[in-house]
């Protein structure tokens, strides 16, 4: 299997050859976890429940984790929306910070 990645203007586009469904390049949009669990923008390559399976430690900790995985592709549109007050990305995010804060990580 071959996944080629090129820049195009500020956006990475993706380009695959006989690559299974389901299959892709997946990046945490949210914000990095302490003690290097997970930083911020990790890329991961695989199927969507390969990344959960490889996670399932940090996702027990913090489940909004799976939300702000997204393929590639989407990130930009992704990140502003996570930055955005208002919408379920954003809150996700937010919901991982406080937790954080509560479990006293921050």
């Keep these: ?14 380009r695959d050859r006989d690559v299974p469904d389901g299959y892709d390049l997946f990046v945490y949009a949210g914000p990095t976890l302490p003690r290097g ?3 911020e923008n990790a890329v991961f390559r695989g199927t969507f429940e390969d990344v959960k399976a490889y996670l399932a430690d940090v996702l027990e900790v913090y489940p909004q984790v799976a939300r702000l995985i997204v393929p590639v592709n989407r ?4 990140s502003v929306k996570v930055k955005t007050p208002g919408n379920l990305a954003h809150k996700y995010y937010s919901d991982i910070v406080s937790a954080m804060r509560g479990n006293r990580e921050v």
């Design 37 to 39: 669990r997970l930083k």
């Design 1 to 14: 299997y071959e996944i080629c990645a090129c820049l195009v203007g500020s956006e990475m586009c993706i």
């Design 75 to 78: 990130l930009a549109a992704f």
